[in-house]
């Protein structure tokens, strides 16, 4: 964690929208950087990693008919040099960058949210609206780590240094809410349009309330009705399964069960992100509900 400078070598690892977005905004910012991915013309870059101070990891996380899936953020770890710092920006379930850090205890890592969204990623990644570094170890070094990080992120409004589990929990919190609420406006809108009620009236209002987070408020989600695209999903199949193993009340369990069901049937209706719900619930979720 000596000797990073003032403009420290930043390696990438996932050229996704994410990864790639990220690793742009460093550059526009002065920093020089090392991108590797499994596509051209990043594939060659996976040695020149190891020489890099601090390392972004950007790589997919599937959740599938066997549960969620973290083996390739491991990979990537094990590509970061000895001493370095690891900051993991793919979506994770609470509690696992502490096993990454025991995995690896002679890197310093990190479990930091990221909160792009695909349509406006670049604008995103360079004004961040929190910066959030969640410690895997509660310790000094770690500690001292997370500041000198802050220093190399984007300026945002709001910062936080705190336990990697809660920093997961705070990116679940916020793809949850958003799967929620997209499913929760769909109710609203099939209400309305059974009662004969005009949703664009309605719709005006709710985006005027300024009590109802209204990003998500809409019965569309991107091409059509339900949460869909490569997150909310699988995000939330994996956090309906991390509750009912961890906590387990039966009325807890059901209500996300429900909103889960709910979800799958306005995509099938749709038509939409068909491939998605066979990746994770396998290729009989087309067809079952629950």
């Known amino acids: 964690m000596r ?3 003032m403009k420290p070598r930043i390696g990438f690892v996932g050229q996704g929208y994410i990864g790639k ?4 905004d460093f550059e526009r910012r002065g920093y020089d950087t090392v991108r590797y991915a499994l596509e051209e013309p990043y594939k060659n870059n996976k040695e020149n990693i190891k020489e890099c101070a601090v390392v972004f990891i950007a790589v997919p996380t599937p959740t599938t008919p066997q549960g969620f899936d973290d083996s390739i953020v491991r990979d990537s770890i094990g590509l970061v040099g000895e001493g370095k710092i690891a900051i993991v920006k793919s979506t994770v379930v609470p509690g696992t960058t502490q096993s990454f850090q025991s995995q690896y205890p002679d890197r310093t890592i990190f479990y930091s949210p990221e909160f792009l ?3 406006t990623a670049a604008q995103d990644a360079a004004h961040p609206f929190s910066n959030i570094l969640g410690m895997a170890v509660d310790d000094e070094p770690h500690r001292a780590a997370a500041e000198q990080m802050h220093a190399l992120l984007p300026p945002a409004p709001f910062s936080l240094t705190c336990t990697s589990t809660e920093a997961e929990i705070i990116k679940y919190a916020h793809n949850g809410s958003g799967f929620v609420e997209v499913v ?3 109710l609203i809108y ?3 349009k059974k009662l004969g009620a005009n949703w664009d009236a309605i719709g005006k209002a709710v ?9 998500y408020a809409k019965p569309v989600h991107k091409t059509g009705r339900g949460a869909g695209g490569h997150c909310f999903i699988k995000d939330f199949a994996a956090l309906r399964a991390l ?3 961890e906590v387990g009340d039966a009325a807890g369990t059901s ?3 429900a909103f889960e069901a709910k979800n799958r049937m306005l995509l099938k209706e749709s038509g939409k992100d068909l491939d998605l719900l066979a990746s994770i619930y396998g290729d009989n979720s087309l067809f079952k509900i629950i």
């Open 184 to 186: 929760f406006f769909n």
């Open 207 to 215: 985006q005027a309330d300024p009590f109802i987070a209204n990003r």
């Open 190 to 192: 099939d209400l309305a």
């Open 3 to 5: 000797g990073l400078g």
């Open 255 to 257: 209500a996300l069960l």
């Open 117 to 119: 969204s695909e349509a």
């Open 21 to 24: 977005n990220y690793a742009d």
């Open 243 to 245: 509750y009912e193993r």
